[in-house]
């Protein structure tokens, strides 16, 4: 895992016990946002895909990612991306079994009396 991905594992230990329901709720909702970004990054992946196929043909040079240096980047730039995006839906989910878990025991002390 990178350091932004613990940077937000470390957020979430502090905070999760101190939110009410809305914030879980608005941090449940991340999964929306997460997904919207890795069908972007998809998007964006298969555009190099396509920048770098046009490059084999003959005549065709455009010199996209020739450069050992700018593959590389790239590469690491979306790799903190896909680090970033799982961050969201991990947070995602674990807003949402704290707030399946509210839920439960607010039902279980309603049944109770």
């Not at 879980?24 to 770098?52: P, Q, T």
Request: contains cysteine; charged residues 30%; aromatic residues 8%.
């Amino acid at each position: 895992m990178s350091k932004d991905f613990d940077t937000l594992t470390m957020l979430w230990e502090k905070a999760a016990d101190h939110l009410d329901e809305g914030e879980l709720k608005d941090i449940a909702n991340l999964d929306e946002h997460a997904s919207f970004l890795a069908g972007n990054l998809s998007d964006i992946v298969e555009d190099i895909g396509c920048m770098v196929m046009a490059d084999d043909r003959p005549g065709n040079k455009a010199g996209n990612f020739t450069n050992a240096d700018d593959v590389s980047t790239l590469l690491f730039s979306i790799s903190k991306q896909i680090d970033y995006i799982n961050g969201l839906f991990r947070l995602s989910a674990e807003a949402g079994y704290r707030l399946r878990e509210s839920e439960t025991k607010a039902a279980n002390k309603g049944a109770k009396s």
